[in-house]
């Protein structure tokens, strides 16, 4: 292995520092999952010293929560129901940027799912929180005002199946924007199915 | 601290010894995630040295995938379908097992499907294998004799909506019984509506 040569040292403001370790977390994602990632090569690739990294993420375990909820923040500014329409035009937006999001990220996306699962507390928060904002969003979209318990879990399982699919679904299989159709025609029948007495 | 008398060393038979290994894991498990497990805890807990545990397995990876793969057995024998019935009485075997059997034990649930995710391969092949003949189980129950990707892709979009809500649900919101109506309900909708060119 012949050594690369360093990238010539930037000064930075801070705010432009931080953000651009967490891209660098961000790209690294998409090769190996987070556990994987180690805090030299990132310093490395930013062309700083590992010290002054951590005088920005003070333990590894900061900077891998920064890394995932930015991620999440990228989620949440695609899966966006635009502010005018029908319900199910409204649920599509989401639906698509969703689904759009996953399949263009799949291995990045499934190693945060992964990360997030892994156990760690603080990670688990920042999903369980993206998770909240998501189905939050869903039910208004769907149009419904004053949401129940069964709605939520209604809304839940519903992204659960949304997540799977989006992750699972090839070209070959179904094209990205029949897949936003059967989601979004499934999550009228899950409401109508889950919401109503009419089992 | 005071320390608790070591329990009478038994002599079993090695097959009978692994068993009780395990199934402490899966007792252990219903209190804390699988990382969290100490090994010295489960010889302790048998009345063994650790070094007479590692003879069963040679490393911690090794007693945690045989750990998994024994709550995996578990789970296929509840989820099961009865041989004859219409193909809603048969998806509802299956629904009513794995809803049942997570409802059961949620915490050890989730600490298992965390430690799926936590993203060693031995383990996440576990999972896959289990999710793979889940999914086969509900094609054969639903009536699909020869199901194409589509179908597998929907029925795996199903499992994940079925565990999330599963694992939500509590008695306060909906009852077992509704939901796995509401369930079974759903796979009949998701299949005609991913199966069928009508979207």
Not at 98 to 126: P, T
Not at 145 to 159: E, I, K, M, S, Y
Request: hydrophobic letters at 45%; aromatic letters at 6%; proline letters at 5%.
């Amino acid at each position: 292995m012949t050594a690369t040569p360093a990238p010539a040292r930037v000064r930075l403001k801070p705010e432009e520092r931080r953000t651009q370790l967490i891209n660098i977390g961000l790209r690294l994602l998409t090769t190996r999952p987070i556990h994987e990632m180690s805090i030299d090569e990132v310093a490395a690739e930013a062309g700083i010293s590992r010290g002054l990294l951590f005088r920005y993420f003070p333990t590894k375990r900061d900077y891998y929560v920064a890394v995932v909820e930015a991620a999440g923040r990228r989620l949440l500014r695609h899966a966006k129901a635009p502010e005018q329409g029908a319900p199910a035009e409204r649920v599509r937006g989401i639906v698509d940027g969703f689904v759009s999001f996953v399949q263009r990220r799949k291995g990045n996306y499934v190693a945060l799912v992964r990360a997030g699962a892994g156990g760690d507390d603080l990670v688990l928060e920042v999903f369980e929180a993206n998770r909240r904002t998501l189905t939050d969003r869903v039910l208004d979209a769907a149009g419904v005002p004053d949401p129940t318990p069964l709605h939520r879990l209604a809304v839940r399982g519903w992204l659960a199946m949304t997540e799977e699919m989006a992750i699972g679904a090839t070209d070959d299989v179904v094209t990205t924007a029949d897949l936003v159709d059967l989601l979004v025609g499934n999550l009228e029948q899950v409401m109508e199915r889950f919401a109503s007495g009419d089992r």
